[in-house]
């Protein structure tokens, strides 16, 4: 037999049946506290993953950016697809796991990236934006460039208190175009 304390802090000896009702009873609050603890670790785990990749993704069409305001090209590409190889660069491989395709996304790794080339009109208040279009002279200085990353889809890992849906992911960044080049390709 165990010794227990009871009123006037006196010893009195404890009988093992109520012993054992006792761990019965300590394994049910366990469980009534341990579901509601770990459904939180993994909440905020998931939530935080989720908060990580959106941000990584927006580092990477910022760099892509970047890289187009300075007119640059790969070799062998043209400037488009040189922006796109820069945004999968700085996505760390993120951009192919949320991108790999159907069914889950609409689209494969670097087609997820676009890059849409603005014209600004500045001889009006306020200035305007018309689609430059594609082809020669879309990406001349001065007008805007538009790098975006859309389609992509992280499917939470522990889908507890949420629906299987995945969560979409879209980001995008812009800035002026500096002086191009003449005849640099955009494709």
Known sequence: MSIGLVENNRLRPVHPRRRKRQGGASLVEAAVIILPFFALFFALFDYGMALFLTNTMQFAVRQGVRYAVTSQTMNGLGQDDSIRSTVNTYSFGFLSYLAPGPPKTTCTGTACVTVTYYHQDTSVSPPTLTNAGTGAGSNASGNVVVVSASGLAYSWMI?????????????????????????????
């Open 159 to 187: 889908p507890l208190l949420r629906t299987n849906t995945a969560l979409n992911i879209s980001v995008s960044s812009a800035d002026i175009m500096e002086g191009q080049p003449n005849g640099a390709p955009t494709r």
